[in-house]
């Protein structure tokens, strides 16, 4: 939409507030609310002034003064408040200059977007992220000196088939990793996917399916393909639905990628093409009908894994998924017939339709990172043809000790990714996507997160040693 488009909406609906929002470094949403007769021309143009300070990861409290300038083609109406609100995504920029504040995550995704056109390679990066969740019926937990708890519970959770209720036990759920995917009544969040799912095309977003997933509680709708900046706005619309209806049933939605155990974590595998003056860049005739830029593609994706580890894994928790032995993908390997690489290559018949799939991702990630650094990566590889190597189409979950010792993998740790980030991250200072700076208060805001993790006694520990 035009800032004109914008204003007459407005005016039309009878819109009682804009919001405007934006994102923070580790990808939380973040919004401020503006009476709408506040909203005009000057204000679209000139963007609301607000204190970076407040926000981890960003400005001292010496140059907290910062700008947020909404992006007006992002407009969309909230299904959730009570007063008619229109909302807008912002990126942050400098107030003295206007100039992107480096440390903005949609603002690194539209540079990598900008750097794609000028590298020559392309001129449109598309991707289609698969974020897996779970739905809790309670949700406790305690991080104190003396006690660190947690407990979830759900009615259709596998491990209440004994549990008495006041109504009855019915029986009828998924077993552990039978999600996948039975109908209801096995399936209990029919309707609370279709309320999602609905919620989201009413707000213009390109959805198509829904469907329960393997692991007890464990659900994911279906996003249809965008440009890298607009899949980062749509990823999160997608997280705000799904939190937001969820808290309207009187339910819980977590992204986390391991909130149970003993059952299958949730990733976001992401799906990922570049095209060229309408055509499709990775459809060709090598392994998979693939082209020289996709096998490329994919050697700075398998060769950068580390390091993209950093933004597409940002949590201690992202690594009880990522663990070898397991039907996790941390083999740094790609294939087109299994799934047990950490890449893959869709089966398709259309060339269009030809792309690559990141699979070792989780949703903690800040989706404009995420997408961008998987670009960057992939970029490298086509800059410098770095060679993927054979693909591996056996089943690397079954292949014996001697031949897994060949196949690298993907980081054990969020202190490995940080590591790997600090020693491996020059393919992001390209064209001044990422920068030194951003990347440096980033890793400072991840070691925080490490070191509160590392330091806590953890419940499990006590089984194990308390009685040593």
Request: hydrophobic share 35%; proline share 6%.
């Amino acid at each position: 939409m035009s800032k004109d488009a914008v204003l007459k909406l407005i005016k039309d609906e009878d819109v009682a507030y804009v919001d405007i929002r934006f994102t923070d470094p580790r990808g939380k949403l973040q919004h401020v609310t503006v009476m709408a007769d506040q909203v005009d021309e000057d204000f679209l143009d000139e963007g609301f002034m607000f204190d970076g300070s407040s926000i981890a990861g960003w400005k001292s409290i010496e140059a907290s003064d910062m700008k947020l300038l909404p992006d007006t083609e992002s407009v969309y109406i909230d299904p959730f408040y009570a007063e008619k609100t229109i909302c807008l995504h912002c990126t942050v920029v400098e107030p003295d200059t206007n100039e992107p504040y480096n440390r903005d995550p949609r603002g690194t995704a539209l540079l990598a977007e900008a750097y794609l056109k000028s590298s020559g390679i392309g001129d449109a990066a598309f991707f289609g992220p698969e974020a897996e969740f779970f739905i809790f019926d309670d949700v406790r937990y305690s991080n104190t000196m003396n006690k660190v708890s947690y407990e979830v519970d759900a009615l259709d959770a596998a491990w209440n088939t004994d549990t008495e209720y006041e109504v009855g036990n019915t029986g009828h759920r998924p077993g552990i990793k039978g999600g996948y995917f039975p109908v209801n009544p096995v399936d209990h969040g029919q309707d609370i996917r279709s309320e999602m799912l609905s919620t989201m095309k009413r707000m213009g977003m390109k959805v198509d399916k829904h469907h329960h997933e393997v692991a007890s509680c464990q659900h994911e709708l279906g996003l249809i393909f965008s440009s890298l900046t607009d899949q980062g706005d749509q990823l999160q619309k997608y997280k705000y639905v799904i939190h937001n209806v969820a808290e309207a049933y009187g339910k819980s939605a977590t992204f986390m990628p391991k909130p149970i155990y003993g059952d299958n974590g949730t990733g976001m595998h992401v799906n990922m093409s570049i095209w060229k003056d309408g055509k499709p860049l990775f459809a060709g005739d090598k392994y998979a009908d693939l082209s020289d830029e996709a096998l490329w593609f994919i050697g700075g994706i398998l060769k950068h894994a580390k390091t993209l580890n950093a933004f597409t894994n940002p949590s201690t928790n992202s690594y009880k998924r990522l663990i070898p032995g397991f039907e996790a993908p941390v083999l740094r390997a790609y294939s087109a017939r299994n799934r047990s690489g950490c890449v893959r290559i869709p089966w398709t018949e259309s060339p269009k339709a030809k792309r690559v799939e990141a699979r070792f991702p989780d949703p903690s990630a800040n989706p404009y990172l995420c997408f961008a650094a998987l670009l960057m990566a992939g970029l490298d590889g086509i800059k410098n043809k770095i060679d993927p190597g054979e693909a591996m189409d056996k089943n690397l979950y079954d292949l014996p000790p001697e031949e897994l010792e060949g196949i690298p993998t993907v980081c054990g740790s969020l202190r490995e990714a940080m590591d790997s980030l600090k020693a491996d991250h020059e393919f992001l200072l390209a064209g001044d996507v990422f920068t030194k700076d951003q990347i440096e208060g980033y890793i400072d805001l991840k070691m925080e997160e490490i070191e509160l993790f590392e330091h806590t006694p953890h419940p499990v520990e006590f089984g194990m040693y308390y009685s040593c």
